[in-house]
């Protein structure tokens, strides 16, 4: 077996995609390996979110040229959002690169190694390829795990790349998912998270079409699985539908990601997000309505050309109003090849990062509320292992996603939902007390608090 080393980057979905890679390269011989220096294949699989996670990439590229000098047999290629995005500056920054391809060339990824292997150099793969599932998960056995759903996105924010790093909006077909979903639960899995760009899109693509909801509802069907999650829902495409769904099918979790942006109607139109800052607040109200206790979570860009300090108080507004349990606060990035880049009225760096740290001081404050009214209150908790701090302690994950930590020998408790009594949160996590081992699995937070 040869080796095969992968360092990933950036969001959910590239863990998964680098899954898939493993999985797909394991068929070829080759197995993972922790260090680079073990390795024949390194691969990067990266991302371009913003201008910090690319320079991540140089620095690390700049590492592996050493590598590669001692042992110019190794093979070094970069898959990803960089790779799509970036493959230009990528072979003049670091022309000992073997391969390159991007996050939709993912299938073929067995056929372009053995293209280097047979002596191409420098092969660049841009384009499309099927899509393909986890072949074999390198890992089995865990608790939780991330299921890409759908592809691509067909949204066209004016600050974001990924409409052209991970090409068009595609769905995987539910039958595809659900076996997925199944082999996992199988080997032990307790939690799925369904990703996707605009997961909310789900299926619209298909034929016969379907929808999120819908497969929400196939998911939960599935025996051993405890907890479904989804992420990232677009409040476009935010339906009556699927919020009755995270109401009724009870492994869905009640916790919406529903990324804000800006809480100003001139810059969400400059965004070209679809909605206004009333639409978003009237969807909040519906989901709290709808659902009761929800644990609510978002992400906001501050410094987005023409942001005004109007404009970004419009924002710091939204946020007191919605009460977030955790906010994702960006500085605005200028990415290539995206509309925004090009505005002429970019913000400087000091104003982003005044709103940035200004916004995080709120974002902190609502969520330490959100935090301190869960005090009190017997929540079930999936048991996941031991106290990072303190090994005598069991550590687990609220429905609404919060780190648990409670004394009781975790051994014999892992991958089960205990009751817990919550006394004390802090900043980063709750402490809580043991009240009873295994309480029914899908039993509401709120029918317990
Ligand atoms: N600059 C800063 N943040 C960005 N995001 C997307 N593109 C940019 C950019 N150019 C943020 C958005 C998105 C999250 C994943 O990253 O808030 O929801």
Not at 43 to 54: P, Q
Not at 282 to 308: H, M, N, Q, R, Y
């Amino acid at each position: 077996m040869a080796k095969l080393h992968l360092i990933t980057y950036g969001c959910q979905m590239n863990e998964y995609d680098s899954e898939r890679v493993a999985g797909l390269l394991k068929a070829e011989h080759y197995d993972l390996c922790e260090r680079p220096e073990d390795a024949d294949l390194i691969l990067l699989n990266t991302c371009s979110i913003r201008e910090k996670a690319e320079d991540k990439v140089f620095s690390q590229l700049g590492a592996l040229k050493r590598l590669k000098r001692a042992r110019p047999d190794v093979i070094i290629g970069v898959m990803g959002c960089m790779a799509q995005l970036q493959r230009g500056r990528i072979q003049e920054r670091a022309p000992f690169v073997d391969l390159v391809f991007g996050s939709p060339a993912i299938a073929r990824v067995g056929e372009l190694v053995a293209r280097v292997k047979g002596g191409e150099r420098a092969v660049l793969e841009t384009g499309e390829s099927p899509l393909v599932k986890i072949t074999a998960r390198p890992e089995t056995g865990r608790l939780r795990a991330f299921v890409t759903v759908m592809e691509g996105c067909e949204k066209h924010c004016t600050f974001c790349v990924v409409p052209t790093t991970r090409g068009r909006e595609r769905s995987h077909p539910p039958e595809a998912i659900v076996a997925e979903i199944e082999e996992l639960a199988a080997a032990g899995c307790r939690e799925v998270t369904l990703l996707g760009q605009t997961v909310n899109a789900y299926g619209r693509d298909l034929d016969p079409p379907t929808d999120l909801a819908a497969l929400l509802e196939q998911v939960d069907a599935i025996a051993g699985i405890e907890r479904i999650r989804f992420t990232t829902s677009n409040p476009y495409n935010l339906t009556p539908r699927l919020i009755r769904a995270i109401r009724d099918v009870p492994k869905v979790v009640e916790y919406l990601h529903l990324p804000l942006q800006s809480g100003s109607d001139r810059v969400l139109e400059r965004m070209h997000r679809g909605y206004t800052r009333a639409r978003y607040l009237e969807l909040i109200d519906e989901v709290k309505e709808t659902v009761g206790e929800i644990a609510l979570s978002t992400d906001i860009i501050v410094g987005f050309p023409g942001e005004t300090d109007e404009d970004f108080a419009e924002t710091v507004d939204v946020v007191e109003r919605v009460g977030y349990d955790n906010a994702f606060v960006f500085r605005y990035s200028r990415r290539p090849g995206t509309p925004a880049a090009d505005m002429p009225d970019q913000v400087a760096d000091e104003v982003k990062a005044r709103r940035n740290a200004e916004l995080l001081a709120v974002t902190g404050r609502v969520a330490a509320e959100r935090s301190r009214r869960l005090e009190g209150r017997v929540l079930p908790v999936l048991v996941d292992g031991t106290s990072r701090m303190d090994a005598r302690e069991a550590s687990g994950r609220t429905r609404c996603n919060r780190v648990v930590n409670f004394e009781a020998g975790s051994a014999g408790l892992v991958g089960s939902v205990v009751a817990v009594r919550i006394t004390q949160a802090l900043p980063h996590s709750l402490r809580g007390t043991l009240v009873d081992a295994g309480i029914p699995a899908a039993l509401p937070a709120a029918a317990l608090g």
